[in-house]
């Protein structure tokens, strides 16, 4: 099986859903005339018509019907209401993949019809220039050929890996939030830069382009964080005096403790 000749879905067209659809149209995965979106908000679907052009419904079960694979990309407090509209639409011949924090693979099962094959994802929101981290886990239902499909998509908009499903709240707080972690850092570095004299457009490439090389050295080199941070770190310079001021407001601690409070309310959207 592969993804050749199916025709892809997303319900839910927000800040999520849109940047799936774009990146994975710009990947070249999926034309976008085989993509199909549906949202109650109009404007989302009027932009992504008109940059992304694929299809567009304000009627979900439009997107179930014209499409192989459907990704359910609407907040977790409103996702059983979603599946109650459109259950009566999906065979064995669909696979759903949902993308909603939290939310079980149990629960979304036992919201459609026996034997809907489903699938569980969490992407990040750097999938619109295919930078993403995201994790799959399978459903009772879901086969081998239906996680290598949620794989290639959504391995083509970043990178993708399967884990199991009592992870998955640990993955939502760590890639799925992370980015958010992240925007400030820059912004807060580009500050410091700005207060330093800096102009700020150049602060922020800047900051933006060193997160972006740290992040890559740690891909590429696979050495540790710490072995990476010491090939900066000269001896009663510069860098060492940034890092002892960064201890002491227990940076460390923050960024662990925001990823664990993260987990902690994926775990609350599942109960
Ligand atoms: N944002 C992120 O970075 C990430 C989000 N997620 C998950 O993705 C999902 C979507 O999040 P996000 O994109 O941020 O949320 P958004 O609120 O931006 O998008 C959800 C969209 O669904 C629409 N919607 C509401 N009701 C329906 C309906 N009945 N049928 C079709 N569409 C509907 C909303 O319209 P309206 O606004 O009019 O209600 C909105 O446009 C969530 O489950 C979230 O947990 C996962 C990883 C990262
Ligand atoms: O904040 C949220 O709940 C969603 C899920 C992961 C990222 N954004």
Do not use: W
Not at 79 to 89: Q, R, Y
């Amino acid at each position: 099986m592969s993804l050749e000749g199916k025709k892809l879905g997303f319900i839910g067209t927000g800040k999520m859903g849109s940047a799936l659809i774009k990146g994975i149209c710009s990947a070249g995965l999926f034309s976008s005339s085989d993509v199909y979106a549906s949202d109650l908000y109009e404007p989302s679907l009027d932009e992504l018509k008109q940059d992304v052009g694929v299809n567009v419904s304000t009627d979900n079960t439009t997107t179930v019907n014209n499409s192989d694979i459907i990704v359910l990309a609407v907040k977790p407090q409103i996702l059983k209401k979603v599946i109650a509209g459109i259950k009566e639409d999906i065979g064995s011949d669909k696979l759903v993949i949902s993308i909603a924090a939290g939310v079980k693979l149990a629960d979304i099962e036992s919201e459609f019809n026996e034997g809907t094959r489903v699938i569980r994802v969490m992407p990040n929101i750097a999938a619109t220039v295919a930078e993403a981290a995201s994790a799959i886990t399978q459903g009772s239902n879901a086969s081998k050929d239906d996680a290598e499909d949620a794989l290639e998509i959504f391995g083509a908009v970043g990178s993708a890996i399967q884990v199991p499903e009592n992870l998955m709240d640990a993955v939502t707080g760590l890639s799925g939030s992370g980015p958010a972690y992240i925007f400030p850092v820059i912004e807060a570095m580009a500050d410091g830069a700005v207060y330093e004299g800096l102009d700020r457009k150049s602060a922020l490439v800047l900051a933006a382009q060193t997160v972006l090389g740290a992040a890559k050295m740690a891909l590429e080199t696979e050495a540790h964080p710490g072995e990476l941070k010491d090939m900066v770190t000269s001896p009663a310079g510069t860098t060492i005096r940034g890092i002892k001021v960064l201890e002491e407001y227990g940076i460390r601690s923050a960024f662990m403790q925001a990823v664990i409070e993260s987990s902690n309310r994926s775990k609350e959207l599942g109960k």
